[in-house]
């Protein structure tokens, strides 16, 4: 079985340069996806299940990103988190604010940041190690965003700027000063 080509998130991005936010494109793996580009906001939804979604919001240089790939063991073949992440970090670089920190936005039963950190702040009721044993943590620090304080991971009750209801960890990852 022959693997599908994988998108090139800088040329699927600098072509839609040009077009309305919002446009649409077929991917390899023949998937609708929907993408937005703008110069604070990057984002990719499947038009035919939109449970899965990657976004990044670039406010101030601190990058919200909202990644959901996976649903139980299916994973979506084009999104891949990583990728995204990089090209998000080198598109805002040019930017009139570049990323000088991620903040990780973990919820919900599906979400394996969100399920990691509760496993491990209940293990350790350390929220700092919790996050940094998630996925996004790992890929973080990966990055070269390595600071992070207790001060900087909350735990609340709602996310309104998403409308997310429920239990949101927020984790801000910063690059040493």
């Known amino acids: 079985m022959a693997m599908s080509k994988e998108i090139d998130y800088v040329t699927l991005f600098n072509e ?3 077009k309305p936010a919002g446009y649409t494109i077929k991917s390899p793996s023949k998937h609708e996806l929907q ?3 703008s110069p604070v906001e990057v984002s990719i939804k499947d038009i ?3 449970y899965f979604y990657m976004l990044a919001t670039n406010t ?3 990058l919200e990103l909202s990644l959901i790939t996976k649903k139980g063991n299916l994973r979506h073949p084009d999104m891949k988190a990583r990728q995204f992440i990089a090209f998000c970090l080198n598109h805002f670089s040019t930017t009139a604010f570049p990323i000088k920190a991620f903040r990780g936005i973990w919820y919900g039963e599906n979400n394996v940041n969100y399920k990691k950190f509760r496993q491990i702040y209940e293990l350790t009721d350390n929220k700092v190690v919790a996050a940094k044993y ?7 620090i990966s990055f070269g965003f390595t600071e992070i304080s ?5 735990i609340k009750n709602g996310y309104p700027k998403l409308d997310i209801q ?3 960890v927020l984790a801000l990852f910063s690059k040493p000063k």
């Not at 998630?134 to 973080?140: D, L, V």
């Not at 207790?150 to 909350?154: R, S």
């Open 35 to 37: 993408i937005t580009f």
């Open 60 to 62: 101030a240089g601190i």
């Open 134 to 140: 998630t996925w996004s943590g790992k890929t973080f």
């Open 16 to 18: 839609g340069k040009n």
């Open 150 to 154: 207790d001060g900087d991971v909350e």
């Open 48 to 50: 035919k299940d939109d």
């Open 166 to 168: 429920g239990e949101v």
